[in-house]
């Protein structure tokens, strides 16, 4: 695990001095080493590195090929990098100088070039290299996005980065906002590539590489893998074996993906919520495991944010060395001013909170944590799905008209006014009806299953009605096999989107500000494709999301220790908001220092605090992006 920067450009004055500036801000994600190269071109590099595989100065980047043409810094792991040594031994007579896969990265590269290396690569990564014959730097991301990578062109220069503090430190740097990508921002929680909250700043997008030469002609993105054709592909040739077949190749497959990313020349975890997927991963790595794995969880002293027993259930079943704590609201709280700097640009998903917390009671006995991260996405697991798919069979044959009719209606009757009604008829059945209730009144306007995916993933309906002079970007839309239904469509949206622009970023950010490496085994490069292969009914039974894979965890873990409402990893944010946090929302969000930056409109703002504030609605999410956006405007 690594931070990578460099830029291509000869009109700048003592790059050397810029380069030690640009990966000094990411020594927090390579602890261990740093080191910088450039050429007489105006090409640079550095590297800042986490010691995890070759812990031994072999492994230090940037790193040359044996033939002197490829210099690379890269950030990830190579999984497979026993297997391409021997690929590379068996074809030349190579003197390896260690054991690092960076080494036998920058070697395949060497050995098959860029293109050619990449569909045999099996890890996480973003990379960068130079190609001393063409002249030519070539940007890669990996197929999920586990690794971020930006990218632009400024003072006549080609910049990149992990993060965007190290180009911040480039000469000149132009923070120029982008209001575009500030309203997908407020729709998402989160920034989705290519975009950047930076005019002219771009996230490279997953399955993406961008070369540029020395001339810094302005390339479009090329593709090296589709999620979404991998998904078309996965249906014209979908698994045909049994449901119990499908189980079995799903626990072989999963335990291979397992096995070899518990590889680690540093001590080795994984994270532990007690729910489905974390567990299976855990299950699975104590399977293979002669030692007691080590396990991390989080405890909140709220009963319904708390999930630590639950996982330590789990843990005692598999006979895990377990590590919890109990954090209190305050512990929590005491994160929320280092958010703007974690995240490097505007992030609004408040499981960051928790995320950091546990990553650094991880990183106190490990450096390396699986997660379970990707199973939702794979196997069918947010609620979304079924509720959409539900709530579009009721309304789907009613008429455009006569649905906004009744969301007219609906929305005529005030949130708590349905919360009274719904005490008075249910006790406390249904808390929170009336928000629920204006939600789906404003679904009840979709054209479509995917129109109502949207609504559903929007935080904000309309961005635009709540920023100044400025014009959302469209949502990417994809093309997909005419045989692939509205669910599918939306997991796979998700895998494409909400995966690496939300939960991805926030597992990257908040183990990385630790230094601590986290590793996905449900994103492998067999995993993937296999998950995309197999039939809805396959995924979601009788209801229940993620069947296939839980009967994989049955065979480790009895089924009522598992089965439970998802809780999710969330914290009591409406809360804190109307307590300990009031006066920092009071300050961030006061009328006349909105009208001064110039961003939003103070009015629906406003209505939003005053609304929340009263109980009248809880919009703890909306304001959050918003206020997120204004803590990291603050740091700028």
Known sequence: MCGITGFIGTQIADSIQVMHNMIGTLSHRGPDNSAIWNDLNGVNMAHSRLSILDISEFGNQPIFSKSGRYVMVFNGEIY????????????????????????????MISFFGVKRALPKIKGMFAISVWDTKENKLTLIRDRLGEKPLYYGWQNNSFIFGSELKSLQKFPGFRKDIDRGALALYLRYNSIPAPHSIFKNIYKLSPGAMISVGLDLKENKEEFYWSTIEEANIGKRESFSGSYSSAVDALQFKLLDAVDSQMHADVPLGAFLSGGVDSSAIVALMQEQSSEKVKTFSIGFEEAEYNEAKYAKSVANHLGTDHHDMYVTSKDALNVVPLLPDMFDEPFAD??????????????????????????DELFGGYNRYLVASKFWSKISNIPRPMRGGLAYLIKAVKPDT???????????????????????????????IDDL???????????????????????????????????????INDLVGYLPTDILTKVDRTTMSVSLEARTPFLDKEIVPFALSLTLEYKIRSGVGKSVLRDVLYRYVPRGMIERPKMGFSVPLDEWLRGPLRDWVESLLDESRLRQEGFFYPEPIRTLWSEHLSGQRNWANQLWNVLMFQAWLDEQ
């Open 453 to 491: 995916y949207l609504n559903l993933i929007s935080q904000v309906k309309n961005p635009t009605e709540w920023l100044i002079n400025s014009e959302e970007y469209p949502s990417l839309k994809y093309r997909f096999d005419s045989k692939i239904s509205g669910i599918e469509r939306m997991m």
């Open 350 to 375: 408040s499981s960051q909170i928790p995320m950091y917390l546990v990553s650094k009671i991880a990183k106190s006995k490990v450096t390396v944590c699986l997660s379970g991260d990707g199973g």
């Open 80 to 107: 497979n990098h026993h297997e391409l040594r021997r690929k590379i031994d068996r074809l030349s007579d190579i003197q390896w100088s260690g054991s690092s896969d960076s080494e036998t990265l920058i070697e």
């Open 418 to 448: 349905w919360d009274r009604i719904s005490d008075l008829v249910y006790k406390d059945r249904y808390s929170g009806l009336g928000s629920k209730l204006h939600k789906g009144a404003d679904s009840l306007h979709s054209e479509n």
